[in-house]
């Protein structure tokens, strides 16, 4: 099955979801946009209208569809309309793109669930639309962590996400 989420840098999600038992691929790409092929540049640019994503392939069997969106909300601020930290654009708005209308109604459910019971300080912005094409983003970004973990941005935005999936989700890593 794919899930497939926008929460931010891509680089942040992928790095959390690869880390997952029953994940079976995790691919940066680009969607929710009007231009064809986009690369990241065009995407930066906010022109496009598409966002910074991740498609998980996953293992119903081994993780379920609810459990990697309450992952995907506990590993990025919902309440923050077009920006994630220090990201700011379109481009990084928290969505999540429904493949089937179980899962729209299980994201739509969850965000409920979550403002019901206030876990976030504001209210979820995070849209729930049906998935459209998908494009990968280019070789550099994938498994970008695993070959650049030293570099600054993610010593100071994906490190500390990685140590928090290790302490509060170990029993779901691989």
Known sequence: MLATLAGGCFWCLEAVFERLRGVERVVSGYTGGHVPEPD???VCSGMTGHAEAVQVSFDPAVIGYRDLLEIFFAFHD???LNRQGPDVGTQYRSA???HSAEQDAV???LIAELDA???FPGP???RVEPAGDFWAAE???QQYYQRNATQPYCQAMITPKVAKLREKYAARLR
């Open 78 to 80: 919902p309440t923050t």
């Open 40 to 42: 990241y540049y065009a």
């Open 117 to 119: 019971a206030k876990v």
């Open 107 to 109: 994201a739509r459910r």
């Open 96 to 98: 999540i793109f429904t």
């Open 139 to 141: 070789a550099s970004h």
């Open 124 to 126: 979820i912005v995070t």
